[in-house]
């Protein structure tokens, strides 16, 4: 056989197999940690509850009686440590006339040192601005749902 061609292909069959065993080696690594410390991994960071009914976010836009939010992803609780942003979602809530408008400032404190609450109108709601947003339903896979309180805190 002809070492010009025998060579070039040896090298070539190192090259790829090194990188996968490389890859599929550090797959099996990753997958056998998980396994091994999920329980210190769930303690130190625990997943959030499978029914949730308050959720905070920024507003994105109010149009008529629906609150656009842009909230954290509930599956994506987990630090990341390449410092990539966690995933959104935009969920919407819808108000009536039974919603509750909370408005908590911290930068008025009471004189026993709580903070001085008040109410405000869904017209003052401005894109941008962070709100806590509560429901009877459970919201965490909910795109829309009806408000029965909207928290706004200011520090």
């Known amino acids: 056989m002809n070492l010009k061609i025998v060579i070039p292909i040896a090298v070539i069959f190192l090259i ?5 065993g490389g890859y599929f080696g550090r797959e099996a690594g990753l997958k056998k ?4 410390y999920q329980a210190l991994l769930d303690l130190a960071y625990p997943p959030p509850a499978l ?3 308050r959720i905070s976010g920024t507003v994105r836009a109010v149009v008529g009686g629906t609150i656009h939010l842009d909230v954290n992803a509930p ?13 959104t979602a935009v969920k919407a809530a819808n ?9 908590v400032d911290y930068s008025k404190p009471q004189e026993n040192g709580d903070p001085t609450r008040s109410t405000f109108t869904l017209e003052e709601l401005k894109p941008g601005e962070q709100v806590v947003v509560e429901s009877d339903e459970n919201i965490r896979e909910a795109k829309v749902f009806e408000a029965k309180l909207v928290q706004q805190v200011r520090f």
């Not at 790829?16 to 996968?20: I, L, Q, V």
């Not at 599956?75 to 995933?87: A, I, N």
Request: proline share 6%.
């Open 16 to 20: 790829a197999g090194a990188a996968g």
């Open 33 to 36: 940690a998980r396994s091994e």
């Open 95 to 103: 108000v009536s006339g039974a919603t509750e408008y909370v408005l």
């Open 75 to 87: 599956e994506d609780y987990l630090p990341h440590l390449d410092g990539s942003p966690r995933k």
């Open 51 to 53: 029914e949730i009914h």
